[in-house]
């Protein structure tokens, strides 16, 4: 069983960077493709980005995810990383991590598809 953990949330202002950290200290993380989620209030959860499980690989379902948000990771540390750049009110939401056995390069994006899921973090930004 692999436990997730989302850390680095919180309440910054219009314009801040934030980096979100994901770790699991159960089992390595390296088997898995890693995915961030975020789900506002009263709306879906939505795809930010994945990254398959040796870092080679990035996925942005957009543009404009792409443009301000990075993710990483580092399997020596057990940990995947989202890099959030030029944040806006309109970013507030529960920020997800998650993990889903894959083949080496490959990126696990849906959501159902994933195996095992972070509480989240909660990213507030005002403006």
């Known amino acids: 069983q692999v436990q997730l953990v989302e850390s680095g949330g919180g309440l910054v202002q219009a314009g801040s960077s934030l980096t979100l950290s994901c770790v699991t200290s159960?089992?390595?993380?390296?088997?898995?493709?890693v995915s961030w989620y975020r789900q506002a209030p009263g709306e879906e959860r939505n795809l930010i980005g994945g990254i398959s499980r040796d870092g080679t690989k990035v996925y942005y379902p957009n543009n404009s995810m792409k443009g301000r948000f990075a993710v990483s990771r580092d399997n020596a540390k057990d940990t995947a990383f989202l890099q959030m750049n030029s944040l806006t009110p309109e970013d507030t939401a529960v920020y997800y991590c998650?993990?889903?056995?894959?083949?080496?390069?490959?990126?696990?994006?849906?959501?159902?598809?994933?195996?095992?899921w972070g509480k989240g973090t909660l990213v507030t930004v005002s403006s």
């Open positions: 159960e089992r390595t993380l390296e088997p898995y493709s």
């Open positions: 998650a993990a889903a056995e894959a083949e080496q390069l490959g990126i696990v994006v849906l959501p159902s598809s994933q195996d095992y």
